[in-house]
């Protein structure tokens, strides 16, 4: 760290870390706290702060015992394979209800948001559609799927 003074140390730090969110240089996981305390030279309150305020804006998002996550986290592409390959194996019906968010993360190990952008893409292909108060429905299955 410089000799300048410490306050302010945490927004810096903050924002060098939004720079590189928003490069897409951190696309997932954010190095872990003991890391930004060893390259930016400062304490674990320090970091503590600078990722809070990332989190107060909505960049970032905590997951106990996993660490910092991108906010509206990157689905991989074989994430959104194996909720496709759900949906066309999985006995849904055109009109039916999907499963709920929180039934994926569990059956996939995988975080919200990356279920999320997951269900966006497959929204987005026409699959499934939001409606409220009922979760997701679904709106065609995919090619494979029995269906012609």
């Known amino acids: 760290m410089s000799g300048s003074s410490p306050r302010g140390t945490y927004l810096r730090i903050a924002e060098t870390l939004r720079q590189q969110l928003n490069a897409g240089e951190i696309e997932e996981a954010l190095p872990s706290e003991a890391a930004l305390m060893r390259a930016h030279a400062v304490s674990r309150t320090t970091v503590r702060r600078a990722l809070q305020t990332l989190a107060a804006e909505g960049l970032i998002e905590a997951l106990p015992g996993v660490g910092w996550q991108v906010q509206g986290?990157?689905?991989?592409?074989?994430?959104?394979?194996?909720?496709?390959?759900?949906?066309?194996?999985?006995g849904f019906q055109i009109g039916g209800t999907f499963h709920s968010e929180a039934a994926?993360?569990?059956?996939?190990?995988?975080?919200?948001?990356?279920?999320?952008?997951?269900?966006?893409?497959l929204e987005g292909e026409g699959l499934l559609e939001p409606v409220h108060g009922k979760g997701r429905i679904v709106k065609a299955l995919p090619p494979g799927a029995g269906n012609p």
Do not use: D, H
């Open 73 to 90: 986290g990157v689905a991989t592409p074989s994430l959104v394979a194996q909720v496709r390959t759900e949906l066309a194996v999985g």
């Open 104 to 121: 994926l993360c569990e059956r996939f190990g995988v975080s919200r948001t990356a279920v999320r952008k997951a269900l966006g893409q």
